[in-house]
């Protein structure tokens, strides 16, 4: 059961009032998708305002893998980000009510914030016999889809279903499913493709449109350029061994142990766009493929994931490593006894040459021993004749 957080409960249970409580989870919501202070305080200003986004959250053709990502988020907490940073008032699978009562609490949360709620879809939609695959509340999920959509301020693609219609759209697609674009050509939809989606891409662009009333920056794709502007090879903590020429030859060998690069293996990284590598999934660095030990499969692209062959090599653009990493060749590792001998023969002569060098310039550096004073004369004095 979800606590409300307000003064009695999330506050209370940390030992600090509501106001201090609502900045650090805005301090920490902001921190978690790269905005800066400033979007922190504007975020609290809005919370504080009651200016919370209504969310209604549509789940179609999916395994509910991207609401389960969402669930295990810390930075903020599930509870802290749909009580006091946006407003949940429809999903399936969380929502306390069912039914008749569920359908009716989704119709009153589009009449009372039409043309501000932000529609969040999950799932491909299926199109195949006018969508008759997929119903929810007597409705097909083309019916709801293009309702919900006509008043929303905002509207999301989360996961690669709902993107482009992911797995179930693969070969034969015999419902005909598609993503929400697809279905919804005439409207601006933000995709946030991935398999699950990593959740706090989602809430980068939640916070912005509740603070700001904007959407970020987008690429061709319809995907935001905060998390899909650099494939996955580009910072990728393998990417040091693919400079170097080293790779994993096999599951299990060596190299693979040792973390070598994965592209033999099949590693679609340097063919997708996603932050993987730079924004670990809820505060697990390893919790994804390429963490723990499985090359990447590509799933926020259409045409590669669930299409090519999991471990079949695909062409990269650029192979040449970085002008600051010196070329290395893969198949260098091993030296020929010739080689090795005429090295030898170098090295040993250049360091001979070296110490030789080193003598006559210390010899010619020395300075002359001093000559032994010359024995001071003897004096006579006196009438005695004595020796003084």
């Given at each position: 059961?979800l606590?409300?957080?307000?003064?009695?409960?999330?506050?209370?249970?940390?030992?600090i009032?509501?106001?201090?409580?609502?900045?650090?989870?805005?301090?920490?919501?902001?921190?978690?998708?790269?905005?800066?202070?400033?979007?922190?305080?504007?975020?609290?200003?809005?919370?504080?305002?009651?200016?919370?986004?209504?969310?209604?959250?549509?789940?179609?053709?999916?395994?509910?893998?991207?609401?389960?990502?969402?669930?295990?988020?810390?930075?903020?907490?599930?509870?802290?980000?749909?009580?006091?940073?946006?407003?949940?008032?429809?999903?399936?699978?969380?929502s306390?009510?069912?039914?008749?009562?569920?359908?009716?609490?989704?119709?009153?949360?589009?009449?009372?914030?039409?043309?501000?709620?932000?529609?969040?879809?999950?799932?491909a939609?299926?199109?195949?016999?006018?969508?008759?695959?997929?119903?929810?509340?007597g409705?097909?999920?083309?019916?709801?889809?293009?309702?919900?959509?006509?008043?929303?301020?905002?509207?999301?693609?989360?996961?690669?279903?709902?993107?482009?219609?992911?797995?179930?759209?693969?070969?034969?697609?015999?419902?005909?499913?598609?993503?929400?674009?697809?279905?919804l050509?005439?409207?601006?939809?933000?995709?946030?493709?991935?398999?699950?989606?990593?959740?706090?891409?989602?809430?980068?662009?939640?916070?912005?449109?509740?603070?700001?009333?904007?959407?970020?920056?987008?690429?061709?794709?319809?995907?935001?350029?905060?998390?899909?502007?650099?494939?996955?090879?580009?910072?990728?903590?393998?990417?040091?061994?693919?400079?170097?020429?080293?790779?994993?030859?096999?599951?299990?060998?060596?190299?693979?142990?040792?973390?070598?690069?994965?592209?033999?293996?099949?590693?679609?990284?340097?063919?997708?766009?996603?932050?993987?590598?730079?924004?670990?999934?809820?505060?697990?660095?390893?919790a994804?493929?390429?963490?723990?030990?499985?090359?990447?499969?590509?799933?926020?692209?259409?045409?590669?994931?669930?299409?090519?062959?999991?471990?079949?090599?695909?062409?990269?653009?650029?192979?040449?490593?970085?002008?600051?990493?010196?070329?290395?060749?893969?198949?260098?590792?091993?030296?020929?006894?010739w080689?090795?001998?005429?090295?030898?023969?170098?090295v040993?002569?250049?360091?001979?040459?070296?110490?030789?060098?080193?003598?006559?310039?210390?010899?010619?550096?020395?300075?002359?021993?001093?000559?032994?004073?010359?024995?001071?004369?003897?004096?006579?004095?006196?009438?005695?004749?004595?020796?003084?």
């Amino acid at each position: 059961m979800l606590l409300p957080l307000v003064s009695e409960s999330g506050g209370a249970r940390r030992g600090i009032g509501r106001r201090e409580f609502l900045r650090r989870t805005c301090l920490l919501a902001a921190a978690a998708v790269g905005l800066p202070a400033s979007a922190a305080a504007a975020i609290e200003r809005a919370v504080l305002a009651g200016k919370k986004p209504s969310v209604i959250w549509l789940s179609f053709q999916e395994c509910t893998g991207c609401t389960e990502s969402l669930l295990r988020t810390s930075h903020p907490a599930l509870d802290e980000l749909i009580l006091d940073l946006i407003s949940l008032d429809y999903h399936e699978a969380l929502s306390a009510a069912a039914g008749h009562q569920a359908e009716a609490a989704r119709e009153a949360a589009m009449r009372e914030h039409a043309g501000k709620y932000v529609l969040v879809v999950e799932g491909a939609i299926p199109t195949k016999d006018d969508g008759i695959y997929c119903k929810v509340g007597g409705k097909t999920a083309l019916q709801l889809v293009r309702e919900c959509s006509e008043q929303a301020g905002a509207i999301i693609a989360i996961g690669s279903c709902a993107a482009w219609g992911g797995i179930p759209s693969s070969d034969p697609d015999p419902t005909g499913a598609q993503g929400v674009k697809q279905v919804l050509p005439a409207k601006a939809v933000v995709s946030l493709p991935g398999c699950p989606a990593n959740p706090y891409n989602l809430l980068g662009v939640v916070l912005q449109y509740a603070s700001f009333g904007t959407l970020p920056a987008l690429d061709d794709q319809g995907r935001p350029q905060f998390a899909y502007g650099r494939t996955i090879h580009e910072d990728c903590p393998r990417r040091p061994h693919f400079d170097a020429g080293r790779f994993a030859q096999q599951f299990g060998d060596e190299g693979h142990r040792a973390g070598w690069c994965l592209y033999k293996l099949g590693c679609k990284g340097p063919q997708t766009y996603a932050n993987c590598s730079l924004q670990p999934f809820c505060e697990v660095p390893g919790a994804w493929p390429i963490g723990i030990g499985h090359p990447c499969f590509g799933c926020t692209m259409p045409g590669i994931a669930f299409s090519v062959p999991m471990h079949t090599n695909l062409p990269i653009a650029q192979t040449t490593p970085p002008t600051t990493y010196a070329p290395v060749r893969p198949e260098g590792e091993r030296v020929s006894p010739w080689a090795t001998g005429v090295v030898g023969t170098l090295v040993g002569g250049a360091i001979g040459a070296g110490i030789a060098a080193s003598l006559k310039f210390a010899a010619a550096e020395k300075p002359a021993a001093p000559s032994a004073p010359a024995e001071a004369p003897r004096e006579t004095a006196g009438p005695a004749g004595k020796e003084v």
